[in-house]
């Protein structure tokens, strides 16, 4: 049994059992960047890109195959994709009940917006592109830095072979030869310390569900425009990070994303000898003067990096999802999925989380709640590990407050019908404010609160140590849909991850299915006229 059974179990407790070091405290005015900053390297800004309008977010979220095949991706649609994701929006500063709201005024603590969801509101998650002859600068390494919009050049010349060497010889059975020709491929990176500054030991389970946020966010948005993102998550991570420079230690490499690119490249690239390998000799500037490191955070690290690139078999995974519910479980009939007709980007850019704003006065209805389940439960990370097709690795429970023609209960939502099974007709309100650790939510006032659950040691068990970074990846790309779903719909919405694990356990009977609740979705619409302030930058 390896570290990750620890580190899994050590989060499921933490509530009850705090982490160490339980005493830490962030010290703020000494916090790092909330992106890496390579000086003096030269810079690429990124074009505007217009967005189709049929690119809706039922295009992007719920199941359904295409009438076309794949598209390929070009500079405009990569800069808008990334623009829509990670790059700057907006300045948020509303009258809310988080704990940040006195420093918002300040320009030095403002609050930016951007399309995915991140723990913390703290990003770090680095984007690398390295591009090969098709691409339309030069081939090398670039990073792209969210704030500027714009590319970096870290390195001048084609090393696209070391990522395909990286990535091994197997390929998934149903890649397509100009998929497996790619020479555009971006990287996804986690700086810890843009993170642990402020969580420590608890940094890896948070940065592990962004980097799913922001992997969910890219599948969203490119099904929209009939293009595909198929991230791997399996590869050889130690080459890479040699490669792009980096310190193994201090940041970790979470998943490739091999690109559709037009044109096509003409010809595969060599893959050179060891001797030959260039790599990245720029180093970022940390801003921090004192970088702190955390022993658990460290181990979990190595733990789900050892054997990295032993990609497990399609099919592995698929004795892990959730047993079929029981037949004599109350069934309630909810209406088909649908969404009205706004598209992915306008639902990016206006997500936010509702922090303290839902008002019960004006209840949800059964249709929204159907249309946000039926997306969550559809989200993939479209990566050849996970099983394919319903059911996936996870399963929703839903606790309802007030939703139209619904009873107050406890409910299990059943993907494979689109039902809801009561589990319990109590009143969820009191048992859910009184496991939540902040004071930013009233969560008696949604009109549900939906909570995700894998079965992380199963999946441990199966795939080992790395299957820790797949579990978080999937609840992060659930919980991303779950702010997309939500905005297209006019709710508001929070994800939090500040709960008691086992109250939850304990309450949906879960001891016996291994079935972990990672993080909780509140659902509902908010006060009407509330305290806002617009400052749109894209």
């Known amino acids: 049994m390896g570290y990750a059974h620890e580190y899994a179990a050590a989060i499921m407790q933490r509530g009850r059992i705090p982490m160490e070091p339980a005493d830490f405290v962030p010290d703020w005015a000494d916090r790092p960047r909330k992106a890496k900053y390579y ?28 009438a076309n095949a794949p598209g390929d991706f070009t500079l405009p649609a990569l800069a808008g994709m990334l623009q829509d994701s990670y790059g700057l929006s907006g300045r948020r500063l509303a009258v809310q009940a988080n704990t940040d709201l006195a420093a918002l005024p300040h320009y030095t603590q403002a609050n930016w917006s951007r399309g995915t969801a991140s723990g913390g509101g703290l990003y770090p998650v680095s984007v690398y592109w390295v591009m090969g002859s098709s691409g339309p600068y030069m081939p090398g390494v670039y990073h792209y830095s969210p704030l500027q919009h714009s590319m970096q050049r870290l390195l001048a ?3 696209t072979q070391e990522v395909q060497a990286a990535l091994g010889e197997e390929l998934p059975a149903d890649t397509d030869q100009a998929w497996a020709a790619s020479d555009q491929y971006l990287v996804l990176g986690v700086k810890y310390w843009q993170n642990s500054f402020k969580y420590n030991s608890f940094s890896f389970h948070a940065v592990s569900m ?14 929209a425009c009939d293009m595909e993102i198929a991230p791997i998550l399996w590869f050889d991570e130690q080459r890479l990070a040699a490669l792009l420079g980096l310190n ?14 037009a044109p096509a490249p003409h010809t595969a690239a060599v893959r050179p000898s060891d001797q030959d390998t260039p790599c990245v000799r720029r180093q970022d500037q940390e801003r921090s003067r004192a970088v702190i490191g955390f022993d658990t955070l460290y181990r979990i690290h190595r733990a789900t ?27 309630h009939f909810l209406p088909p999925a649908t969404f009205p007709p706004t598209s992915v980007r306008q639902a990016l850019r206006s997500r ?8 019960a006065s004006a209840p949800t209805t059964t249709e929204q709640l159907a249309a946000t389940l039926g997306a969550c439960a559809a989200a993939r990370l479209g990566t050849d590990a996970e099983p394919q097709g319903p059911p996936g690795l996870a399963r929703l429970y839903v606790f309802v407050n007030h939703v139209q ?8 939502y059943d993907a494979t019908t689109h039902t809801l099974r009561l589990l319990s007709p109590d009143a969820p309100g009191s048992f859910l404010q009184r496991n939540y650790f902040l004071s930013n939510y009233n969560l008696e006032q949604t009109g549900a609160v939906i909570v995700p659950t894998l079965r992380t040691s199963a999946v441990l068990d199966a795939v080992g140590d790395r299957g820790y970074r797949l579990v978080n990846a999937a609840v992060g790309a659930i919980a991303q849909t779950f702010y997309t779903a939500a905005a297209a719909l006019g709710l508001g919405a929070g994800v939090a991850l500040g709960f008691d694990n086992i109250s939850f356990v304990e309450k949906l009977g879960l001891d016996s299915t291994g079935e972990a609740p990672l993080l909780i979705m509140l659902l509902g619409n908010e006060r009407t006229e509330p305290a806002d302030f617009l400052s749109e930058i894209a």
């Open 352 to 359: 936010r989380s509702s922090f303290g704003r839902f008002d």
């Open 405 to 412: 023609d619904i009873d107050s209960g406890t409910y299990a």
């Open 210 to 223: 962004d980097v799913g946020a922001l992997l969910q966010t890219w599948r969203m948005w490119a099904r």
């Open 305 to 331: 990096e050892s054997q990295a690139a032993d990609r497990p078999a399609p099919g592995t995974l698929d004795s892990c999802v959730p047993a079929p519910l029981a037949a004599d479980l109350g069934t």
């Open 248 to 261: 193994a230690e201090e940041e970790g490499l979470f998943a490739v994303v091999p690109l559709r690119w």
């Open 39 to 66: 000086p003096g390297t030269q810079t690429f800004p990124l074009p505007e890109s217009a967005y189709p309008s049929r690119a809706t977010v039922a295009a992007g979220c719920l199941p359904g195959d295409s």
């Open 157 to 159: 010349g084609n090393v």
